[in-house]
C-alpha cells in the first residue's frame, strides 16, 4: 500500500469518526424538557432563571405521538389553547369586516389521540406539569376532576392559608404557606380522585366559604402534578413543581436505587444550587427501625450533614460523590434534618435527596438470592419430572 493510499484512508475515517462523533453528540445535547407554549403562567422564565433546557412545543404539536416520545418531562401551563387568530381568516376594509372564515391551517386538538398518547406518556414514565386552566388539557386523558356545583372557576383573588403536605412540606420546611391567589375565576378544586395532596387550603367563591387541593400528584407509572396556584412571584412552592418534573430522570434513579436495596422510598426531593447559595436544608419522616437517606447528582459532588429534631448533628459528610448513603436507626417514629453543601462553585446541577425505610440488601446480594431460588426451582423440577415419569413406567 502506497503512502497516498493510507494518507487518503485515514483522512476518510477522521472525517467519518468526526461526523458519527458530532451525531451522537447531537443526540446527548437533544433536550428532554419541553414546554407548550402558553399565555398565563411563565413557565419559560422559570426554566431559564434555572439554567434548565427546554424545547417549546406549538399547541398542534400535541397532536403527535413522536412529540410525547422524544421528552421525559413536559410542562403545560396555564392557557396554552391555540389562538383564535391562527384559525381565522379575517378580511376587513377600512373599519369594517368584510369576512371571516376558517384558514387554510385551522387546528383542532383530536382528543382521543391526545388522551392515548399522554397516557401512554405517563405510564411508560414520563412526568408533567398542568397549571391552571390546563386542567381542560388533562382531563381529556385523567377526568379525575371533581368541583363545586360542577363548576370549576370559582376562585376569587385573595390570599389563602394553605395547608403543607408530602415532599412540598419535605422541601419547603413549612406546613403552612401563604398564596395569593392573583386571577378572577381561578379553578378551584372540591378534590382529585386517587390523587396524592400536596397543599390544600380554605377560600372563598361567590357560594360561600369552601375547602379542597391547590396542588396535587397523580400518580400512573410517571407522575402528573396539577396546581391550581401559579404566579409570577418566586417560591419555595413554585421551584418544588418546576424541579419535580424538570428533575423527573433524577428521581426515577433515585427510586431504583432504593428498591435495588430491598427498600420502601417514603420521601424525595428534587432541587439544585441556585447562584449565591450556599445550601439547602430539607426535612424527613423516620419510621421506626432502620432508615437510610440516599443522595444522588447528575454530575456535582455535595457535602451533607444530618442532625436530628432538636438540630443536634448526628453526621457530617465530606465524600465529594455523587451518590452517597447513610442508615439512621430510629427507636421511634420521628424526623431528621438533612443540610447539603455544594462543592465548590458548582451551580444549577440537580441533585435528589431520598428517605427510605427497611434493611439494606445488596443489590448482589438480592441477584445471587434470585439466582440461587432459580438453581433450586430447577433441581426440584427436575426431580418432580424424574419421579412423574418413572412412575408412568
Not at 414546554?35 to 399547541?59: M, P, Q, W
Not at 379542597?212 to 396539577?226: K, Q, R, T
Not at 423527573?248 to 436495596?261: E, F, N, P
Request: hydrophobic letters at 40%.
Amino acid at each position: 500500500m502506497t503512502f497516498q493510499k493510507l494518507k487518503k484512508i485515514v483522512s476518510v475515517s477522521a472525517a467519518f469518526m468526526v461526523i458519527l462523533l458530532s451525531y451522537n453528540s447531537d443526540l446527548s445535547a437533544q433536550n428532554r424538557v419541553a414546554v407548550v407554549k402558553s399565555r398565563f403562567d411563565n413557565i419559560e422564565l422559570v426554566l431559564d432563571t434555572y439554567h434548565i433546557k427546554y424545547d417549546l412545543l406549538e399547541f398542534k404539536e400535541l397532536s403527535s405521538s413522536e412529540v410525547f416520545s422524544r421528552y421525559d418531562s413536559i410542562f403545560f401551563p396555564s392557557g396554552i389553547l391555540s389562538e383564535y387568530e391562527d384559525n381565522l381568516d379575517i378580511n376587513w376594509q377600512g373599519k369594517d369586516f368584510t369576512s371571516v372564515k376558517l384558514s387554510k391551517d385551522f387546528f383542532e386538538l383530536d382528543e382521543k389521540s391526545f388522551k392515548s398518547n399522554f397516557r401512554k406518556f405517563t405510564k411508560n414514565g414520563g412526568s408533567s406539569y398542568f397549571s391552571g386552566y390546563a386542567y381542560k388539557q388533562l382531563a381529556l386523558a385523567y377526568d379525575d376532576f371533581n368541583f363545586f356545583d360542577d363548576f370549576p372557576y370559582m376562585g376569587i383573588p385573595g390570599r389563602i392559608e394553605a395547608d403543607i403536605q408530602g415532599d412540598l412540606a419535605r422541601f419547603s420546611l413549612k406546613r403552612k404557606t401563604a398564596l395569593y391567589m392573583e386571577y378572577t375565576g381561578w379553578i378551584a378544586l372540591k378534590s382529585v380522585s386517587g390523587a396524592e395532596v400536596l397543599a390544600e387550603a380554605q377560600f372563598s367563591t361567590p357560594r360561600g366559604d369552601k375547602s379542597g387541593p391547590i396542588s396535587v400528584i397523580i400518580h400512573d407509572g410517571g407522575e402528573i402534578l396539577y396546581t391550581s396556584y401559579y404566579s409570577s412571584v418566586y417560591s419555595e412552592f413554585k421551584r418544588f413543581n418546576i424541579y419535580r418534573i424538570a428533575g423527573s430522570h433524577l428521581r426515577d434513579k433515585a427510586i431504583d436505587r432504593v428498591k435495588a436495596r430491598s427498600q420502601e422510598p417514603t420521601g424525595i426531593i428534587v432541587d439544585s444550587f441556585l447562584g449565591g447559595e450556599t445550601h439547602r436544608t430539607y426535612y424527613f419522616n423516620l419510621k421506626e427501625g432502620n432508615n437510610t437517606i440516599h443522595f444522588l447528582s447528575d454530575n456535582a459532588k455535595y457535602m451533607f450533614e444530618i442532625y436530628d429534631r432538636n438540630m443536634s448533628l448526628i453526621v457530617t459528610r465530606d465524600f465529594q460523590e455523587t451518590a452517597q448513603s447513610y442508615n439512621i436507626i430510629s427507636i421511634k417514629e420521628d424526623y431528621c434534618f438533612v443540610k447539603v453543601y455544594p462543592s465548590g462553585r458548582d451551580r444549577f446541577i440537580m441533585h435528589s435527596v431520598t428517605s427510605a425505610y427497611g434493611a439494606v440488601i445488596p443489590p448482589g446480594v438480592t441477584y445471587t438470592v434470585k439466582i440461587i431460588l432459580a438453581v433450586l426451582g430447577s433441581v426440584l423440577l427436575a426431580a418432580f419430572l424424574k419421579v412423574t415419569i418413572s412412575r408412568l413406567k
